[in-house]
């Protein structure tokens, strides 16, 4: 889907009560789509000459579509990007790559422990745009292409979730402790890139 990045760009420029709030999410964001970028292209790395290779290229593209997307909004919306940009990079390589390694279950663990996480971290997001929307008057086109953007990216992790979990991710071993020991990774990604 085609979106206005310049409208959702010109609220997240704009000062407003909602200008501290905007900016974290911006760099979150980025940062995420980053790392979701690099999870995949490591996994690729692995699996390219597999049959998952059509699977995970899809998958992959879509999250290069989010990636690019939020590298817009980050410099038309004037956000200073993530300080730990080339950690995220490097650990989300890594993330990918060795979880590829040790086979398609442990890959799809590590993809639907990811996008059990970003889908929720989506939606708290959009619960803070749906009320600034209905409170604001002025900007509030920018925050509701904002919304939209988030929202159908939302709608695209977890359709990788459902992909991961219907391709084996429950048969990982040991898939408690990996899967958990990711999410918590992440939840700690999160809360570090809104800031730093
Ligand atoms: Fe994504
Ligand atoms: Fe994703």
New binding site residues.
Partial sequence: MKHNLSSAAKAIATKSKHSKYLNQLVRVDQAGELA?DYIYKGQLMVFKHTELKPLITH?WE??VHHHKTFDTLQTEGRVRPSLLTPVWRIAALSLGFLTAIRGKESAMACTEAV?TV?GGHYNSQLRYLLEAEMKTKEGNEGIENLKKIVSEFRD??LE?LETAVANDAHGAKPYWLLTEVIKKGCAAAIKIAERV
């Fill in positions: 979701a998958m879509q999250e996008e970003i695209d992790e990788h």
